[in-house]
Every structure is written in C-alpha cells, then in structure tokens.
C-alpha cells in the first residue's frame, strides 16, 4: 500500500528553523517527482517546492529548500527563518514523474492518481 509519512512539524519562535521529512513506501520512489503543500486556516493549498523543477514558491524563496535521500526514500525541507505567516499544515506529494502540478488546490486533498501524506502541524509565533 503506498503511503507517505511526515515527521518534523512543530512549534517553534519567528527566525526559528525546522526540517520537515516525508519517508515514502509501497511504490518505486525513483519513478515519482515528490513536493510539499501546505494550508493555513482560512487559505487555499498552496504548493511550496518541487523536487523535479526547483520550484519554490515566491513566499519562501530564500528560505526554505528542498531536497531528497533516493537511499531512503524521503524527501525533506528545512525551513528557515520561519515566520509567523509560514504557520500552516505540511503535505508531502508524491506524482508520476513528468506529470503536471498545480500551484493551488482548494484543499489540500487527493485529487487524482497522486498520493499524499497525512500532513504535519507548523506552528510559528511571533
């Protein structure tokens, strides 16, 4: 059964750093481009990085980095310089390689063939 599991979310002061991961099973890890969304309350689903293309959104550009272990199937991103705005739920995605993204879903939710995490709590205060 393919599954995707977050780990690293937390609270943690404005300027703070986390390293969120995402340990992948049940499918070939190497077949599938991987990226992180994330929904604050009250907002849409935003994409915020992609392994395949470098993508990072404009909102954290600078800060957050994205990177993955194909040894251990996961893909991880360190956020730094966390700010209060940064505050949201953290998915990892998981989608056919070459298949298309979208910057906003209304919900971060399986949409269609992709898979997705349970999602992990970012909590930043000012």
């Known amino acids: 059964q393919e599954q995707l599991v977050e780990s690293g979310g937390g609270s943690v002061q404005a300027g703070g750093s986390l390293r969120l991961s995402c340990t992948a099973s049940g499918f070939t890890f190497g077949d599938f481009d991987m990226g992180w969304y994330r929904q604050a309350p009250g907002n849409k689903c935003e994409l915020v990085s992609l392994?395949?293309?470098?993508y990072v959104a404009d909102s954290v550009k600078g800060r957050f980095t994205i990177s993955q272990d194909n040894a251990k199937n996961t893909v991880y991103l360190q956020m730094n310089n966390l700010k209060p705005e940064d505050t949201a739920v953290y998915y990892c995605?998981?989608?056919?390689?070459?298949?298309?993204?979208?910057?906003?879903?209304?919900?971060?939710?399986?949409?269609?063939?992709?898979?997705w995490g349970k999602g992990t709590l970012v909590t930043i205060s000012s």
């Open positions: 392994t395949n293309s470098e």
């Open positions: 995605v998981a989608a056919e390689r070459g298949g298309s993204w979208l910057a906003l879903y209304p919900l971060c939710k399986k949409y269609g063939t992709e898979y």
